[in-house]
């Protein structure tokens, strides 16, 4: 019999730029198909740059409601975020945070972080994003969703990426511990849960 603790966890990946050029399709495909081969993992990727996103909030959520109302393009995106069971964060490093597109995408949502594991995936010059990931962690606490300490972060990654691939010959191990948290993290809350709601959010 299939229960809970059995059944593939719904993994989704948000690209979180949306600017030209970007390079996060090719980070998070990396990490999609990483997530695939390790085996827990049904693996949705959404791209934030096909979502009707505003940056401006109505000036307070409906009475007796726990968000804003939402434009009806945003709909997809809170379905899946609804469903998934863990995400994997993909962001760029900005002025030592991490873009507006990824904030609004988070704003918009509540309870749909809550209690949920969120993996961490930055790319940036020499410090590979890790101030994006770090400000991430503090908007994500906030929401009462649990951030993983293993991360991957990819410094320069404008030379250190080829085919779509890091050339950090240790990266996949580092991609395969990352998920194995996430995949515990992800059975434990999906679990408790179940058992009951969670009081926070």
């Given amino acids: 019999m299939t229960t809970a603790s059995t059944t593939p966890l ?3 990946i948000v690209v979180g730029s949306v600017r030209e050029g970007r390079f996060g399709p090719v980070v998070a495909d990396w990490v ?5 081969e390790h085996g827990e993992f ?9 979502v009707e996103l505003p940056l401006s909030l109505p000036a307070v959520p ?3 409601t726990d968000h804003y109302p939402r434009p009806a393009g945003m709909a997809e995106l809170t379905a899946r975020l609804e469903a998934a069971d863990a995400f994997v964060l993909v962001t760029p490093e900005y002025n030592h945070s991490f873009p507006a597109s990824l904030k609004a995408a988070i704003d918009w949502h509540f309870t749909q972080w809550a209690a949920k594991p969120v993996a961490l995936a930055s ?5 590979g994003g890790r101030h994006a990931m770090l400000h991430l962690e503090n908007v994500l606490t906030e ?7 293993d991360r991957l972060a990819f410094p320069n990654y404008f030379e250190t990426f080829e085919d ?7 990266a996949a191990s580092y991609a395969t511990t990352m998920l194995d948290e996430l995949a515990w993290w992800a059975r434990a809350l999906r679990d ?8 926070g959010g």
């Fill in 192 to 199: 408790a849960r179940a058992r009951s709601p969670y009081p």
């Fill in 62 to 64: 409906p009475k007796g």
């Fill in 42 to 50: 049904k693996v949705e990727v959404v791209d934030l740059a096909d």
């Fill in 123 to 127: 790319y940036g010059g020499p410090s």
């Fill in 164 to 170: 779509g691939r890091p050339l950090d010959p240790e």
């Fill in 10 to 12: 719904n993994l989704v």
């Fill in 32 to 36: 999609a198909d990483r997530a695939r």
């Fill in 143 to 149: 929401l009462h969703a649990v951030t993983l300490r």
